[in-house]
Nanobody, 124 residues
């Protein structure tokens, strides 16, 4: 089992920044690919970003490319999502997820463990 706890969400004005954190406990953190997803009211959960075991590979959704950066610190069992130039359409509950795999995937169904989410609200 892997337990994931997100933090860092909040209310920010358009153009602002936030950094989300996801602290993991349980199994060996560095064995897992880590992803961020988000879900806005009335919409399906969507992929945001994913990072490989040691951080050498990352993939982003087109909607956040160039604005968001995913990173991880395996010594701290934590993955981060730095969000810059935020837009109102980034408003959502953000979830981190863990997947034991050898391949990058953007499909939420392939992730094994999920956090409870943190709310991000961007005002216009």
């Amino acid at each position: 089992q892997v337990q994931l706890v997100e933090s860092g969400g909040g209310l920010v004005q358009a153009g602002g920044s936030l950094r989300l954190s996801c602290a993991a406990s349980g199994r060996t953190f560095s064995n897992y690919f880590m992803g961020w997803f988000r879900q806005a009211p009335g919409k399906e959960r969507e992929f945001v970003a994913v990072i490989s075991w040691m951080g050498g590979r990352t993939t982003y959704a087109d909607s956040v490319k160039g604005r968001f950066t995913i990173s991880r610190d395996n010594a701290k069992n934590t993955v981060y999502l730095q969000m810059n130039s935020l837009k109102p359409e980034d408003t959502a509950v953000y979830y981190c997820a863990a997947k034991r795999s050898v391949a990058i995937t953007t499909r939420s169904s392939e992730y094994d463990y999920w956090g409870h989410g943190t709310q991000v609200t961007v005002s216009s």
